[in-house]
């Protein structure tokens, strides 16, 4: 049985990500400014859980937390991808502050005796 229409109800789900013009590598070189945030923050969770190494991971989140807001501060419009969502000015604020709220914690926890 035919929906009666033109067809394009039936079209609408087969859309998929890597089909997406230029793929996934592409989006990536699009969106290197927070690839590289997101890298550095999954890098310093692994250094936390996987080594159990705190204070070093938590150091790694951070580093790359502040690096995003530099990135944010620097790069022009035109290439800083989803890094933006407000105005340069509170973006770069609240990465920096959430950056340097994360090295505090890092450097204020206590280690293990």
Do not use: Q
Request: no cysteine; proline share 4%.
């Amino acid at each position: 049985m035919t929906d009666g229409g033109s067809g394009a109800a039936s079209d609408a789900g087969d859309g998929d990500v890597a089909e997406a013009p230029g793929g996934v590598l592409a989006a990536v070189r699009r969106e290197w400014p927070l690839a590289v945030v997101l890298g550095g923050v999954v890098a310093g969770l692994l250094v936390a859980v996987v080594f159990d190494r705190f204070r070093r991971g938590v150091v790694l989140m951070a580093a790359a937390v502040i690096f995003g807001g530099w990135l944010r501060a620097l790069l022009p419009e035109s290439r800083i991808g989803l890094l933006r969502v407000r105005t340069r000015r509170v973006d770069v604020v609240v990465l920096l502050v959430l950056g340097i709220g994360l090295l505090i914690l890092a450097l204020a926890v206590p280690g293990v005796a």
